[in-house]
């Protein structure tokens, strides 16, 4: 592979992390995405991290310095590395992006003002793909009052609300916007039941930038959101926001035709979710979907009575 442009102890230990990085993984015989799912994390993160694009969280070279047997050569580089992110944040801030000279007082969503605040939110990039890397890196790295929170809180539930009825381009700008106010209080002290509900608030936010960057006709920028998604509700520990990270999965293999993904996916969602959930029916349903079109009628026939049963057991599903 070829080496890092520049050995400047100022900039490149960065690279010479992704140097180590990628050569550990093809001594080992791997892919970005076999060393992604063996650590846990997605294969674009993993090169992201390789190309020295993003700044890699702690936990995802801990868990490659354990999977490639690096014996802790990985996790001190790390450290100067991250060092080094640290020191080109405090010394190169980066000019305020567009659109970002909103008069005082814009609302961010939960009754703040916030246009007028500098803050970490002004160092996500503008590339939706990159954003949603940096997030969850944000996330793992992580007083909040409790109004605020709450705020944050129903703001996605109206967004999650309004968007079964708004055209995506218009509602994704807010939902970004919503998401990197999040990524600032993430950035803040927090007990670990804040860093819980917002990690989870975070997470849906993630997962419908997901499908409104899909319906826009962004596929990439829609797999990076619900990968983000998915390891929000990982570190969450919330069973439904991950299966329907993995439902969605599921419902792209069956739009590309990719059958038996599907269904392998449909089951692993159902696996996930919590049992009488919204999250389980449309998992059951993808299922008998891909079954239907493989031809195992029986199959999807029991399937679809699956999704039935289990939608009758769900609080509310009548009126939903």
Do not use: K, N
């Not at 000279?101 to 246009?115: E, H, I, M, S, T």
């Not at 106010?181 to 989870?200: C, E, F, I, K, S």
Request: with cysteine; aromatic share 2%.
């Amino acid at each position: 592979m070829p080496e890092p442009r520049t050995l400047d102890p100022a900039t490149s230990f960065t690279a010479c992390l992704g140097a180590l990085l990628r050569r550990l993984r093809t001594l080992h015989g791997l892919t970005l995405a076999d060393l992604g799912r063996r650590t846990g994390y997605d294969g674009s993160y993993v090169g992201a991290t390789e190309r020295a694009a993003v700044r890699p969280s702690r936990a995802l070279i801990e868990r490659c310095d354990d999977t490639l047997q690096a014996g802790g050569a990985l996790r001190s580089l790390w450290t100067l590395a991250d060092r080094e992110w640290g020191t080109r944040a405090a010394h190169h801030p980066p000019p305020p992006g567009p659109g970002r000279a909103a008069g005082p007082g814009a609302d961010d969503g939960a009754g703040l003002a916030v246009a007028t605040r500098p803050g970490p939110a002004a160092d996500l990039p503008a590339d939706p793909v990159l954003e949603a890397m940096e997030l969850a890196r944000q996330a793992e790295a992580s007083q909040l009052g409790e109004e605020t929170l709450a705020g944050l809180e129903r703001a996605v539930g109206r967004l999650r609300r309004a968007a079964e009825a708004a055209p995506p381009e218009e509602l994704i700008p807010s939902v970004r916007a919503r998401r990197r106010y999040a990524g600032r209080l993430l950035d803040g002290p927090l007990t670990l039941r804040q860093h819980r509900r917002l990690l989870v608030a975070t997470g849906w936010l993630s997962l419908l930038l997901a499908s409104l960057h899909d319906d826009a006709g962004d596929r990439e920028a829609a797999e990076a959101d619900r990968d983000t998604a998915f390891r929000l509700a990982c570190q969450a520990d919330q069973a439904e926001l991950a299966a329907l990270a993995v439902e969605l999965l599921a419902s792209w293999a069956l739009a590309d035709g990719r059958l038996d993904d599907a269904l392998a996916l449909a089951r692993t969602g159902q696996d996930l979710a919590p049992p009488a959930s919204l999250a389980a029916v449309r998992l059951a349903l993808d299922e008998a979907q891909a079954l239907a079109s493989l031809g195992q009628g029986e199959e999807a026939a029991g399937a679809r009575r699956l999704a039935a049963l289990t939608r009758a057991m769900v609080p509310g599903a009548a009126a939903s």
